[in-house]
């Protein structure tokens, strides 16, 4: 999927199209006023208060239908640029506006808007040349939003929308909408019975048994994987004193997204991130220069407060599993483990089917530290990157406020792009919690440390997997592998157990499904259920000791015995098809 932010042409097409969302919506609620309109990765919103009146999805094609006669009309798209105090003077019934302008840097002395026909925005630009320009357009959603973001504010609406340069593209766009509602993991969820959601816990899942045991696949793979590679797997505590996240900075960077607790012996912090207490397992021994790098693994539960309007199904919880590692090394060893690491991912994300592209975050402006070791940071994680054949692209000032980061975009199976891993390279807090190892002259020095997670989280990427797969996972991944299906139940169903119990006893993950229903109601549930393999049990597979069976989505079927069945099914889940 394009990345419209990244598209500079595709970006000022879509801004201009916000700007004639609102002209349209004056026209139909001259009562309107507006706050902002930026273009986001899918398209552009404009966020409105109607002052009473309540936007929903019938009012879109009202909304467009006056979109595509101002368009008609195509009147030119002029800028011009005012002082504050006329700016002032041109939006003062607007307090939106008025709010903006007075919040701008005051370096800007000079206002940028834009008029078309009868409507003029304030606007940095750039826009397109005219109004006519702008014909392939589709407002996709409504939604709501607090004035900046901040729930003390007032409720505004948001509409979305999306703008091409042809028809075709449009279409096409809107086709892989389609694509992916099917997909929609919180749906497959449901019809798949992985997890649950409860207002009693808003942003924690429930994971039903199906869910459960694809968690602890997926957990597995992990930690043999890790385990091959020379990491350590550690678990520290969810909740920890207030002073440890002083000492981390976190509680002057993080305080806000943190759940917290009043104990006889102070405060503690349910914990947002695994770092701190792995630097505390570290500092449970003195170690030596020979030990380095020393690789710390773990599945540590987090939880951080999200705003109940960001919450999104598995996307964006408020507890989740960071699939973790803190790696602490010399200051020499930082390109080869990079290397290491990156690995690591080319293989993960291999397995999954899905590609990816690198983003290194340089320092923001809440960073701590000496901005020399930042530099020097950034200039660690260039090398590693190049000297292993992976490109990057720079973005600015998004590094987190210990250190640059190596961030990995997945692309899947619809060509979305999902952010993921990271890899962070961490001069600031070893010192802080004065960490130490015995150099080989003897002497103490400082490790630098590398925070990195592969999935991100475990929720978040069995949400991306489910979608990428649209529920079809692969036979190793799959909850239930099998559905051992007897065509009559009180004949066939014996050999049916016997089959199952064989099936199970190898490690594979087998159900059989005895109801008294009809095979044909009970196949297809099999397939809405997405079960890899469905094994069908009649006459001939029980006189012959056989197997008859058949893939997901497909009606041909294959007949075997059962120990050749077995293998290509064993060869299938080691290869990791």
Not at 410 to 436: A, E, H, K, Y
Not at 532 to 560: A, M, N
Request: aromatic share 10%; hydrophobic share 35%.
């Amino acid at each position: 999927m394009i990345n419209i932010k990244e598209d500079e042409q595709l970006s000022v097409l879509n801004h201009s199209c916000a700007h004639l969302l609102a002209q349209a919506v004056k026209h139909l609620y001259p009562q309107a006023k507006f706050w902002v309109g930026p273009v986001i990765n899918d398209g552009f919103y404009y966020d409105m208060d109607i002052d009473g009146a309540v936007i929903t999805a019938d009012d879109l094609p009202k909304i467009e239908k006056e979109m595509k006669k101002i368009a008609k009309d195509g009147k030119k798209i002029i800028r011009h640029e005012i002082s504050k105090e006329e700016a002032l003077k041109m939006f003062a019934d607007d307090p939106y506006k008025i709010d903006l302008i007075n919040n701008m840097d005051e370096k800007e002395t000079v206002i940028s808007c834009y008029t078309q026909g009868d409507f003029t925005d304030l606007c940095r630009g750039p826009h397109v040349e005219s109004v006519k320009q702008l014909k392939y357009f589709k407002l996709l959603k409504v939604s709501g939003a607090y004035w900046k973001g901040d729930a003390k504010n007032k409720m505004l609406q948001r509409i979305y929308g999306i703008c091409f340069n042809t028809q075709e593209d449009l279409d096409n766009y809107l086709l892989m909408l389609e694509e992916a509602k099917k997909r929609d993991h919180r749906k497959l969820g449901k019809e798949m019975e992985l997890f649950m959601l409860s207002d009693y816990g808003p942003g924690l899942p429930f994971w039903l048994p199906n869910g459960y045991t694809l968690r602890r696949i997926l957990e597995d793979f992990w930690l043999d994987l890790h385990k091959k590679k020379g990491y350590l797997t550690i678990d520290t505590p969810i909740m920890l004193n207030k002073q440890l996240w002083e000492t981390s900075g976190h509680w002057d960077h993080y305080k806000d997204d943190m759940f917290t607790i009043e104990v006889e012996d102070g405060t503690y912090a349910i914990k947002p991130m695994n770092c701190p207490g792995a630097i505390l397992v570290y500092n449970n021994a003195l170690h030596s220069y020979k030990e380095l790098p020393l690789r710390y693994s773990e599945l540590g539960h987090v939880h951080r407060y999200e705003a109940s309007g960001a919450l999104n199904g598995l996307f964006r919880v408020r507890g989740f599993t960071q699939d973790d590692a803190h790696i602490l090394l010399s200051e020499d060893q930082i390109g080869a483990e990079i290397a290491r690491i990156l690995e690591i991912y080319d293989y993960v994300y291999s397995v999954f089917g899905l590609n990816y592209s690198i983003e290194l975050s340089t320092r923001p402006d809440d960073y701590i530290g000496e901005i020399a070791v930042w530099d020097q940071a950034e200039k660690d994680l260039e090398k590693a990157c190049l000297a292993t054949g992976h490109s990057f692209k720079i973005n600015p000032g998004d590094g987190a406020f210990y250190g640059p980061k190596l961030d990995f975009k997945l692309t899947d199976s619809l060509g979305r792009i999902w952010q993921c891993g990271t890899v962070q390279l961490d001069m600031q807090l070893p010192s802080r919690f004065n960490c130490v190892y015995i150099a080989e002259d003897g002497s103490k020095k400082t490790p630098v440390m590398i925070h990195r997670a592969c999935f991100g989280s475990l929720e978040r990427f069995i949400g991306i997997i489910l979608e990428n797969y649209a529920g079809n996972f692969p036979l190793w991944l799959a909850p239930v592998q099998f559905k051992v299906i007897p065509v009559n139940p009180n004949v066939h169903g014996e050999y049916a157990d016997e089959l199952t119990d064989k099936l199970n006893d190898l490690g594979f993950r087998a159900e059989c499904d005895k109801r008294n229903e009809k095979l044909g109601y009970r196949l297809r549930e099999a397939q809405v259920k997405k079960i890899p393999v469905q094994l069908i049990i009649g006459d001939k597979e029980v006189e012959d000791k056989s197997v008859t069976f058949r893939r997901h989505g497909s009606k041909d079927s294959s007949t075997l015995s059962f120990e050749q069945f077995a293998a290509i099914m064993h060869k299938e889940v080691a290869d990791k098809k």
